[in-house]
C-alpha cells in the first residue's frame, strides 16, 4: 500500500510540473504577447448545448412494477442484504485496520479512525434503513407506496439549464483588461508550483 501511495504523490508532483509549466508559458504569453493568448482563447472557446447534454435527467426510470409487484422477493433481498451488511459493520469493520491500510501501518493518525468511524456509523444507519425497508415492503407494501409517494418531488431545472447555455465572456475581459497583473500572479504561482515539484522530485 506504501509503494501505492508513493505512486500516487509522484504522479501527483509531475502533474504539478507540467501544470506549472504550462501557467508559466500563459503567464509569459499574456504578459508579453496578449494577443497571441485572446487569438488563441478565441480559437479554444465552444458552445455547449447543455439541455441537449443533460436531457436525460428527465427521463423517467420505472421502477415501480419491478419492487411492488414482487414485494416478497425484493424485501426478503433487501432486508438479507442489509442484515448482512449490518453484520459486517458491527463485527467485522476495524477501524485501525483500515486506517493502516490507507494511511500506513507506521503512521499514527487519528483523522483517519474518524473517516473510517464515520464510514462504519453511515453504514450502520444504511442497512437499519434498509431492512426496516425491506420489511414494511415485505409486510405493508401499499404503506411504503405511499410512504414512497409523499417523498416524491419534483424539481424544475429549466433555469438552470438556460443560466448554463448562457455564454460567459466576463473572465476574458478580466484577463486582458489587467494582462500585466494576472501574467505577473499567474507567473509566479506557477513559478512557487515548479520549484516545489521539483524540490520533491529530487528528494
Not at 414482487?70 to 458491527?90: C, E, T
Request: charged share 15%; glycine share 8%.
Amino acid at each position: 500500500m506504501n509503494l501505492l501511495w508513493e505512486i500516487c504523490l509522484q504522479t501527483v508532483e509531475i502533474l504539478t510540473l507540467v501544470f506549472g509549466i504550462l501557467g508559466m508559458t500563459l503567464s509569459l504569453m499574456l504578459l508579453f504577447a496578449p494577443r497571441a493568448v485572446r487569438n488563441f482563447s478565441s480559437v479554444f472557446n465552444r458552445s455547449l448545448d447543455v439541455e441537449q447534454k443533460l436531457g436525460f435527467l428527465d427521463k423517467d426510470i420505472p421502477t415501480e412494477n419491478l419492487v411492488y409487484g414482487h414485494p416478497l422477493l425484493v424485501g426478503s433481498l433487501l432486508s438479507a442484504g442489509s442484515v448482512f451488511a449490518l453484520f459486517f459493520f458491527l463485527f467485522k469493520f476495524d477501524v485501525s485496520h483500515f486506517a493502516q491500510i490507507f494511511f500506513g501501518a507506521n503512521h499514527r493518525t487519528t483523522s483517519g479512525e474518524i473517516i473510517f468511524e464515520t464510514i462504519a456509523w453511515v453504514g450502520r444507519a444504511g442497512c437499519l434503513f434498509g431492512a426496516a425497508a425491506g420489511l414494511i415492503l415485505i409486510l405493508a407494501p401499499r404503506k411504503l407506496r405511499a410512504i414512497e409517494q409523499g417523498m416524491n418531488r419534483w424539481v424544475e431545472t429549466g433555469a438552470l439549464i438556460e443560466k448554463l447555455n448562457r455564454p460567459v465572456k466576463t473572465v476574458d475581459t478580466v484577463f486582458f483588461r489587467y494582462p500585466i497583473f494576472f501574467g505577473l500572479l499567474g507567473g509566479s504561482v506557477s513559478c512557487l508550483l515548479i520549484v516545489l515539484s521539483i524540490l520533491n522530485l529530487l528528494r
